[in-house]
Antibody
Framework: EVQLVESGGGLVQPGGSLRLSCAASEFTFSSYEMNWVRQAPGKGLEWISYISSSGNTIYYADSVKGRFTISRDNAKNSLYLQMNSLRAEDTALYYC??????????????????WGQGTMVTVSS | AIQMTQSPSSLSASVGDRVTITCRASQGIGNDLGWYQQKPGKAPKLLIYAASSLQSGVPSRFSGSGSGTDFTLTISSLQPEDFATYYCLQDYSYPRTFGQGTKVEIK
């Protein structure tokens, strides 16, 4: 079964660091772009980061730029999110999501077709 | 960043009702828009991409329309399993942005 499994969440103090992992299985991980999306308790979805299949192209939301670093290890079929200088507002369920192409006519669109179950990060003293 | 504004934020409807959710972009995004469904305790699931293309396996009662700045998700006949929260997501540019969500509740 194609799946993504996140890990690494937990309780951390403000200003602390945490590294999330996302393990991919049953698909050719190195061929896919990947994203991190988070959801604060009782709130909506927030896209936070993207990485290309090779790792050469990366984007971040302004809310995490300069504090979070996305990376991947294609040999290990794994995606990572290094989170530094954590704040209370970073408390959320963090999902990794695979991006693929949905094509309509001559144009193709990024779609998030496979999601993990999420890993919870709580930033509190 | 492009802002996505969904309305309403919540609605109550009955089984069999026709339901319409709208999403407005702060600038033109062509048809670079998807709709996702999220049930409590679950990850989001893609319903529609390219504003109107139905993802494989999604029931045909779901449809999407619109282009430019105004988009609509329609459920033609609401089923019990459709009670959930729905989000739009623009894939026109980075940073990607979601709408704030529309919770569809049972009347």
């Amino acid at each position: 079964e194609v799946q993504l499994v996140e890990s690494g969440g937990g309780l951390v103090q403000p200003g602390g660091s945490l590294r999330l992992s996302c393990a991919a299985s049953e698909f050719t991980f190195s061929s896919y772009e990947m994203n991190w999306v988070r959801q604060a308790p009782g709130k909506g979805l927030e896209w936070i980061s993207y990485i290309s299949s090779s790792g050469n192209t990366i984007y971040y939301a302004d809310s995490v730029k300069g504090r979070f670093t996305i990376s991947r290890d294609n040999a290990k079929n794994s995606l990572y999110l290094q989170m530094n200088s954590l704040r209370a507002e970073d408390t959320a369920l963090y999902y990794c999501a695979r991006a693929t192409r949905g094509c309509k006519g001559a144009t193709c669109h990024d779609i998030l077709d496979i999601w993990g179950q999420g890993t919870m990060v709580t930033v509190s003293s | 960043a492009i802002q996505m504004t969904q309305s309403p934020s919540s609605l109550s409807a009955s089984v069999g009702d026709r339901v319409t959710i709208t999403c407005r972009a702060s600038q033109g995004i062509g048809n670079d828009l998807g709709w996702y469904q999220q049930k409590p305790g679950k990850a989001p699931k893609l319903l529609i991409y390219a504003a109107s293309s139905l993802q494989s396996g999604v029931p045909s009662r779901f449809s999407g329309s619109g282009s430019g700045t105004d988009f609509t998700l329609t459920i033609s006949s609401l089923q019990p399993e459709d009670f959930a929260t729905y989000y739009c997501l623009q894939d026109y540019s980075y940073p990607r942005t979601f709408g704030q969500g529309t919770k569809v509740e049972i009347k």
